[in-house]
T-cell receptor
């Protein structure tokens, strides 16, 4: 069945270090991927997206990498700050479907 | 910056009662969605809505759920007879398009507690 999963449920990093959050997806028909950030008590907030015809996309302090061969997605956050503490979800859009399938989420904690 | 707004932020209801969760999507968006998130779990798709009809729904979205766009701005989710397991955060989202390159914007959510 369709599923998007994450390798690690929690990740702790030192402030200023880089973070890498991973995601595995199972549906090869997925054509669009989004990383969302969710702070406590709030809705998912868009961070960055990538289309299936790309393998890398960069934003401000964030980079998303897509490896379609192994169905793997990662989010890299450079120079993490306390405000980056949140749960991060990857989500996939399956071609032709009007919905997003979310992964389980990784809780990122920034240590001072 | 335009945003999706949801009301109420928290709703407590007794089992068996009907609840209506309300959403105002971003004004020029065409696609509307409801998702839910049980505490500590992932966000799950419920339903998508386009051109005044349901375009896709999940197995969760059974006969006790319904959606409506009663006017040009509101989008509602009705749960007819709530169950304890309906307790969750319910997120409304909207997008201008659907599929590739169509970022869905989420509201802050309504926390539904069924007692």
């Amino acid at each position: 069945g369709e599923s998007v999963g994450l390798h690690l449920p929690t990740l702790s990093v030192q402030e200023g270090d880089n973070s890498i959050i991973n995601c595995a997806y199972s549906n090869s028909a997925s054509d669009y991927f989004i990383w969302y950030k969710q702070e406590s008590g709030k809705g998912p907030q868009f961070i960055i997206d990538i289309r299936s015809n790309m393998d890398k996309r960069q934003g401000q302090r964030v980079t998303v990498l897509l490896n379609k061969t192994v169905k793997h997605l990662s989010l890299q956050i450079a120079a993490t700050q306390p405000g980056d503490s949140a749960v991060y979800f990857c989500a996939e859009n399956i071609w032709g479907a009007q919905k997003l399938v979310f992964g389980q989420g990784t809780r990122l904690t920034i240590n001072p | 910056e335009p945003e999706v707004t949801q009301t109420p932020s928290h709703q407590v209801t007794q089992m068996g009662q009907e609840v209506i969760l309300r959403c105002v999507p971003i004004s020029n968006h065409l696609y509307f969605y409801w998702y839910r998130q049980i505490l500590g779990q992932k966000v799950e798709f419920l339903v998508s809505f386009y051109n005044n009809e349901i375009s896709e729904k999940s197995e969760i979205f059974d006969d006790q759920f319904s959606v409506e766009r009663p006017d040009g701005s509101n989008f509602t989710l009705k749960i007819r007879s709530t169950k304890l397991e309906d307790s969750a955060m319910y997120f409304c989202a909207s997008s201008f398009l659907t599929g590739m390159n169509t970022e869905a914007f989420f509201g802050q959510g309504t926390r539904l507690t069924v007692v």
